[in-house]
Nanobody
Framework: QVLLVESGGGLVQTGGSLRLSCAASGRTFSMYVMGWFRQAPGKEREFVAAINWGAGNTYYADAVRGRFTISREKSKNTMYLQMNSLKSEDTAVYYC???????????????????WGQGTQVTVSS
């Protein structure tokens, strides 16, 4: 119902910054919450940040709070993740997700979301 395409991943040095984008198309009027998750090799997919599409309320994982900022431009159907002070432990594939059916598992749960992007690689070098 919603097509999500991430972009902006790449290689960056420790302490550097990177900005990820997630462009949504299709039934974007049905989006309630959009979120960012990441998954490193051999690890579980973990919550990074989320934003209410309408009100703009934001939610952050403890590991990124104060360093990452999630935002959206509703008119462009685009969500962003500004990542500052990057660390090696931030290295992962980052996924964009859309929640079309709210109040199921919570914004931090993988199973809350209905649509996922293909992912974009973020690599932080020491």
């Amino acid at each position: 119902q919603v097509l999500l395409v991430e972009s902006g991943g790449g290689l960056v040095q420790t302490g550097g910054s990177l900005r990820l984008s997630c462009a949504a198309s299709g039934r974007t009027f049905s989006m309630y919450v959009m979120g960012w998750f990441r998954q490193a090799p051999g690890k579980e997919r973990e919550f990074v940040a989320a934003i209410n599409w309408g009100a703009g309320n934001t939610y952050y994982a403890d590991a990124v709070r104060g360093r990452f900022t999630i935002s959206r431009e509703k008119s462009k159907n685009t969500m962003y993740l500004q990542m500052n002070s990057l660390k090696s432990e931030d290295t992962a594939v980052y996924y964009c997700a859309a929640d079309l059916t709210p109040f199921r598992r919570g914004v931090g749960a993988v199973s809350e979301y209905d649509q996922w992007g293909q992912g974009t690689q973020v690599t932080v070098s020491s």
